[in-house]
């Protein structure tokens, strides 16, 4: 079984680590390459904690056999919850791949490739009952417009929902192809890139994407140590804003905090000014890279 090559993988590990007996977490291990090379940065009392919630990365992950690694097989929105349970209370750095992964892209039953066919699923864990057909099928029409339309960004989002709960009542929405050429008539602009949209705004919310990374980004600012590193590869700007904004103010909306004297309190200072992108060598080797955007924040003191 193949799995998506890691992205900014030098870059990312090399901006991570600051002290290699400390304590880290992946929270999406995925096909374990940025955990892999975690632990070959860290010394033997170093700890790695890596999430995933997808049962085949969770049986990839098994085969690596280190006793500094923890495995935990869970959305990482329970990140606080899990790291009390194992009694950690600070750690020195955390790494988060967001998105989808390739392996996941490339295997049709899964439902996220539009251009796989298949079922409409994109459950990143099988555990849970939100399909994109439940989606498709039940939700209002109100709903398909918000979710077209933020987590899409579709221009024509209430005419998609409109032929969305249009077409649905002649017959339920169950397969890709099916859902694609119900829809055809008013997909505008090039087809790949609409459909693209579409079928992200429907993965986000199958897996309760953004929920997910607020409660995970809160988590890590009260986890990490001060100077600790906060290290986001994301791939698509609603990620990237949610991670620019905890850099910024300490919280995903962006909403800057005072303390009494009026100052703007700081939570992280940005390692280098903007975003750090896959060089063209990479983006030529690895097309998931060409989308890929790194920012890494450095834990302040709370005053």
């Known amino acids: 079984m193949e799995f998506h090559q890691p992205v ?45 919630k997808d049962a085949e990365a969770v049986a990839n992950a098994q085969k690596i056999g280190d006793d500094r690694l923890v495995l935990i097989q869970s959305d990482y929105r329970f990140l606080q919850e899990y790291m009390e349970y194992y009694r ?3 750690i020195d750095g955390l790494l988060a791949d967001l998105g989808v992964s390739s392996h996941q892209l490339n295997v049709g039953e899964r ?60 017959r339920p929405f169950r397969e890709i192809d099916d859902f694609i050429s119900r829809i055809q008539p008013v997909i505008r602009g090039k087809a790949p890139k609409y459909l693209a949209q579409v079928f992200q705004a429907l993965r986000i919310e199958v897996n309760g994407e953004l929920e997910s990374i607020d ?5 890590a600012k009260s986890l990490l140590l001060p100077e600790g590193r906060l290290v986001v590869i994301s791939y698509h700007s609603l990620e990237d804003r949610m991670v620019k904004n905890m850099i910024r103010s ?54």
């Not at 600051?18 to 010394?43: A, Q, W």
């Open 8 to 52: 900014l993988l030098a870059e990312s590990i090399q901006q991570l680590i600051t002290n290699p007996e400390g304590v880290y977490v992946d929270v999406t291990f995925g096909g374990g390459g940025h955990s892999k090379k975690i632990l070959e940065k860290l010394g033997a009392k170093g700890r790695l904690y890596s999430f995933d």
């Open 88 to 90: 950690v209370t600070h």
């Open 111 to 170: 439902g996220f490739a539009y251009r796989l066919g298949g079922d409409l699923d994109m459950r990143m864990d099988k555990r849970s009952q939100k399909t994109a057909a439940r989606i498709v099928n039940q939700y209002e029409k109100e709903d398909l417009v918000r979710i077209f339309s933020r987590y899409g960004e579709v221009r024509n989002a209430i005419q998609l929902a409109t032929v969305v709960v249009k077409e649905r009542s002649k």
């Open 215 to 219: 409660k995970m980004l809160e988590a």
């Open 250 to 303: 300490g919280n995903t909306k962006g909403i800057l905090e005072r303390d009494d004297f009026g100052r703007i309190k700081k939570y992280f200072t940005p390692l280098y000014k903007g975003v750090q992108t896959a060089t063209e060598e990479e983006t030529q080797q690895n097309s998931r890279a060409r989308s890929a955007k790194m920012r890494t924040g450095i834990r302040t003191e709370e005053k």
